[in-house]
């Protein structure tokens, strides 16, 4: 079974910067697309950014120019950089990994931008 742990989230001010980790557990995780998907409170989870197993990445409308997603396959680990961060982007940050079996999710991870 597959377990992702999400990591690197906390309080930034605007214009600030965090890096999101999350590891995998499992050999598997070079074959599949992973990403980063966004929810605050009383709003719907919006995908963040994706990227596959190939290294190509799509990135929200939101997040393009500011967040960089990359994958390190040796440690099962993805990443996120957010930089210029907005307190538009206050969310609970969750990671996911796309299986043969479905989707398996992180826990989440709370970013709070605010001054």
């Known amino acids: 079974q597959v377990q992702l742990v999400e990591s690197g989230g906390g309080l930034v001010q605007p214009g600030g910067s965090l890096r999101l980790s999350c590891a995998a557990s499992?050999?598997?995780?070079?074959?599949?697309?992973m990403g980063w998907y966004r929810q605050d409170s009383g709003k719907q989870r919006e995908l963040v950014a994706r990227i596959t197993s190939a290294g190509s990445t799509n990135y929200a409308d939101s997040a393009k120019g500011r967040f960089t997603i990359s994958r390190d396959n040796a440690k099962n680990t993805v990443y996120l950089q957010m930089n210029s961060l907005k307190p538009e982007d206050t969310a609970v940050y969750y990671c996911?990994?796309?299986?043969?079996?479905?989707?398996?999710w992180g826990q989440g991870t709370q970013v709070t931008v605010s001054s």
């Open positions: 499992g050999s598997i995780f070079s074959l599949y697309a």
């Open positions: 996911y990994l796309d299986l043969s079996t479905g989707r398996a």
